[in-house]
């Protein structure tokens, strides 16, 4: 049961990373309807890590305390923010990416102290903090460089020496079955709302929810590192997340591309130049 609800949990997500590349890339994110999918994305997410929080946390004392000490954190750090990039901003030294990740380190103390996971409270951190990212837009940028330039290729490079390619192969019945299964709920929890309030990009929004990678792997760790599951059954849950990281992303671009934004794809200038002149 304990691996099952792994797995669960790492296949009911959406990937924000896959589709705030895919947003920023294309310029939707300044659209109704990236804003939207990005919104949906972060529900989607916010609730998964709740699951595997609620799920895996081994509630004592010190867990009181990782829960007081991670509220006062997201509460007090706006504030503390706000003041530090107000007053030291623009610093060769870089007091500000130097902020978040003492607040990351503190937070995976925090949850080692409690026995918690700290992801749900990195979650909540990052939303306490969009205001204050919205008010320095330069700062949000180079944090998006470290992010996607070395943390998040070296947390994948360190899920992939975990993976081992004769399991995969041999899992390769198991890993079709997942791919099938995640493609086809996520469709169905989808598809039908989207039609309702989307009906023009419904197909679009459904792919980039279909989408999962950053929580589906960290949920992955955990259950590996926390013994729940063993390692052929984190290699073939890996790839299912990787899988639905690539196809749905490609299809949804290829194919699927929202037509009221057709004219902000990067390369689309001449066709801007023609309705404008037309």
């Not at 330039?149 to 360190?158: D, H």
Request: hydrophobic share 55%; proline share 5%.
């Amino acid at each position: 049961m304990p691996a099952s609800l792994i797995t669960g949990v790492a296949l009911s997500t959406t990937s924000l990373a896959v589709v705030y590349a895919v947003l920023v890339e294309t310029g939707l994110n300044a659209t109704a309807i990236g804003q939207m999918v990005m919104a949906a994305c972060f529900v989607t997410d916010f609730g998964a890590a709740l699951a595997l929080s609620l799920l895996f946390s081994e509630f004592t004392w010190k867990t009181l305390v990782f829960a007081v000490l991670s509220v006062l954190a997201v509460a007090a750090g706006p504030r503390l923010a706000d003041r530090l990039f107000g007053r030291y901003g623009n610093k060769v030294v870089e007091p500000e990416i130097k902020f978040v990740l003492v607040a990351l380190f503190f937070f995976m103390l925090l949850g080692a102290f409690g026995g918690g996971h700290p992801v749900l409270p990195v979650f909540v951190f990052g939303l306490a903090l969009s205001g204050v990212f919205t008010r320095y837009p330069a700062v949000q940028k180079r944090l998006r460089s470290l992010a996607f330039a070395i943390l998040t290729p070296a947390f994948f490079i360190r899920a992939g020496f975990n993976v081992s390619l004769p399991d995969l192969y041999s899992g390769l019945v198991p890993l079709l079955a997942l791919l099938g299964v995640k493609l086809a709920a996520k469709t169905a929890g989808v598809y039908p709302f989207a039609r309702r309030y989307v009906p023009a990009d419904a197909k679009f929004t459904t792919l980039l929810m279909s989408t999962g990678l950053t929580f589906g792997t960290i949920s992955s760790m955990y259950g590996l590192s926390a013994g729940i599951i063993d390692r052929g059954q984190f290699s073939v849950l890996v790839a299912v997340v990787i899988l639905t990281a690539v196809l749905p992303t490609f299809v949804a671009q290829k194919w699927f591309y929202p037509k009221s934004a057709a004219v902000q794809r990067p390369g689309a200038n001449v066709e801007v130049t023609r309705i404008v002149a037309d």
